[in-house]
């Protein structure tokens, strides 16, 4: 006898389940592909991007999940770096221009942190111009990272989506990744659009339970009528993008983004979700921030009677851009004032001021600044409830006392002023075995920079490490820099994942130049920053060492820790191969040579 196999949490069409945030996003173009199946279509899905937090873990997600999302025609393929990922993506919509499709259409899966946002902003712009193919659709999941937990810079992408012209949706929880994500596919396919779906660390690192019964939404198609024509978005199909460039940028502002508001209007993505009409104070939030106002309720003894009786109500906003312009107006009636609570820039009140600009009787609308323009929520950082409460218990006290959130606020002050007891600190440091922890020290008296990877670390080790730059870029720097110092060289580490991604085009910058430089190129086969993911690209190193010189590179050296694995192996340009323990010599041969070198480091 045998027993039926339990459903996943990707294969359970019905009830209740507990997910994660990366594993959300998986089943998200799972239940795509199912909602398609219901319509009658047969369509297929590509997803690629580039691993980075806060989604450093969902290419390995897809890969473990591979066989059920082939069976489902859904196609993962790691990205090099980010744009060439969109560009990959880009082409789900393109099958128009090279005939004989299989499927009725094709979506797509576009992914990347908010650095890969921002430097495939060309790609992304020009794909979401050109429009979306029969029966297709993109969504483009930004990953944030707010509070820089694990980024060079604290990142916030709605601002950026919103140059691109791409619709931005803030999921707050794992159930808002699937219903968001699901209406987003449609909206992408009657607008025409791709569309942006913000996730930050604290939704992709959660998790909770999510229904997913197959009827739980109801997808509304909005009126698409325009000057008393039906509006059907239209790809350009020969893809001449220069003589259509025109035609591309009236329709996206003139007709898909109102196709967007009117989607989010018709579909309830932006929603008041605590009604009163008694109301003088308003707040609008998304998101995160929304999980974290209900927090702040709770720890300032404000329960729903409470807060109707202090006068407030709340709005919801599921589209952060383009601004649904009528659930604002309506929920704006009857307000004094309307408080805008949202990280980082204020782009909500921003929408809201525009909005309601004009209007009679519009509320005065504070955010970051009071109507005194005194700091009332930070511009910077990531914030929860504790900043929240301070901010609004200053709100609400316009009009009574609140006795219970002036005695929590009390309570923190007494927290915030106790003394720290004195602890012990370490300073993070390289595991034992780890090949940066030698490959990063330099010869004395040497300069050097880092970069992005894991040798970042290296910069508080006292090993003189002084500067770094964005992902790829490492080496480039001292191109602007050797003209106007009388230092003749400095050393640039560089990992083999960033050199795949793209760092390979700044040592041929480097090599084009001929600058002194020294490149200490990790290769240790992983992306360890991430997870130890296999490198998408990634040479042997005798194909690395042939085109290091080939792009200009005046000599190689490599260092390994095995010299056996270089046995009968005849390396380009006459490359020597040094055990480890000779690193400092060979550092030294390379820095004493003129031009661009590299040592490659081959350890994994």
């Known amino acids: 006898m045998t027993t039926a196999k339990k459903p996943s949490v990707f294969t359970q069409e019905e009830g209740s389940i507990q997910i994660g945030g990366i594993d959300a996003l998986v089943r998200l173009t799972l239940d795509q592909v199912r909602a398609d199946e219901r319509r009658g279509l047969k369509t297929g899905m590509f997803v690629s991007g580039y691993r980075g937090s806060p989604l450093g873990m969902l290419d390995a997600a897809f890969i473990k999940n ?40 094709v979506t797509g899966l576009w992914y990347g942190k908010a650095p890969g946002v921002d430097r495939s902003g060309d790609a992304l712009k020009h794909a979401n111009y050109t429009g979306i ?12 990272d707010p509070s820089c937990k694990s980024s060079s810079l604290c990142s916030q992408s709605e601002p950026m989506l919103m140059h691109l012209g791409i619709p931005s949706l803030f999921p707050g929880n794992v159930q808002e990744i699937l219903d968001l994500g699901l209406h987003g596919y449609m909206m992408s396919r009657l607008s025409g659009l791709w569309v942006g779906l913000k996730i930050v660390t604290n939704v992709a690192d959660g998790s909770g339970s999510a229904r997913v019964d197959p009827e739980r939404l109801n997808f509304v198609t909005p009126d698409l009528e325009f000057d008393g024509r039906l509006f059907a978005p239209q790809m350009n199909l020969g893809m001449n993008v220069r003589a259509e460039a025109l035609e591309m940028e009236r329709s996206l502002y003139t007709r898909r983004l109102e196709v967007a508001k009117r989607y989010a209007a018709a579909n309830k993505l932006n929603h008041v979700v605590f009604e009163n009409p ?7 939030t998304a998101g995160k921030s929304y999980n974290d106002l209900r927090q702040c309720f709770l720890e300032l003894g404000l329960d729903d009677a409470a807060l109707r009786r202090y006068g407030v109500r709340i709005l919801k906003m599921g589209m952060l851009f383009p601004m649904e312009p009528g659930i604002v107006r309506d929920f704006a009636r009857g307000l004094e004032e309307i408080f805008v609570i949202e990280e980082k820039r204020p782009f909500l009140e921003m929408f809201a001021k525009n909005v309601l600009y004009g209007r009679a009787n519009a509320p005065r609308i504070v955010g970051k600044f009071d109507e005194q323009d005194k700091e009332l929520l930070p511009h910077y950082g990531e914030f929860e409830s504790d900043v929240i409460g301070r901010a609004l218990a200053a709100r609400l006290a316009q009009k009574a006392r609140v006795e219970s959130a002036e005695a929590w606020l009390a309570r923190l002050d007494q927290i915030h002023a106790r003394s720290k007891l004195p602890t012990a600190t370490r300073t993070a440091w390289y595991c034992s075995g780890c090949p940066h922890n030698s490959s990063t020290v330099a010869p004395d008296g040497s300069i050097v920079s880092a970069g992005i990877g894991c040798h970042t ?11 770094g730059t964005h992902m790829g870029a490492e080496g480039a720097q001292w191109i602007g820099m050797a003209p106007f110092t009388d230092t003749k060289h400095i050393f640039q580490n560089m990992g083999d994942g960033t050199y795949a991604h793209s760092g390979s085009l700044a040592i041929r ?3 084009s130049t001929d600058v ?31 085109d290091l010189l080939a792009n200009g590179v005046r000599k190689v050296i490599v260092t390994t820790d095995d010299l056996s ?11 020597e191969v040094m055990h480890r323990d000779r690193l400092d010599e060979a550092q030294k041969e390379l820095a004493a040579t003129p031009g661009t070198t590299v040592l490659i480091h081959d350890q994994e």
Request: charged share 15%; proline share 3%.
């Open 565 to 575: 694995l270089y046995s009968g192996i005849q390396l380009a340009g006459h490359t």
């Open 66 to 105: 591979e066989r059920a999302l082939l069976e489902r025609h859904i196609h993962f393929v790691d990205g090099l770096n980010e744009d060439l990922a969109a560009t990959a993506v880009w082409g789900t919509q393109m099958l128009h221009t090279v005939g004989k499709p299989k499927f009725d259409g």
């Open 278 to 284: 008694d109301a003088w104070l308003g707040i609008i």
């Open 133 to 144: 193919g029969k029966n297709g659709g993109v969504v483009a999941v930004a990953g944030d």
């Open 516 to 546: 002194n430089i020294t490149f200490k190129l990790l290769v240790n086969s992983h992306t360890s920053m991430t997870g130890g993911q296999a490198i998408q690209g990634a040479n042997p190193v005798p194909n690395m060492v042939a």
């Open 509 to 511: 910058y480097c090599a």
């Open 457 to 467: 670390m290296a910069m508080w080790m006292g090993r003189n490490v002084v500067m």
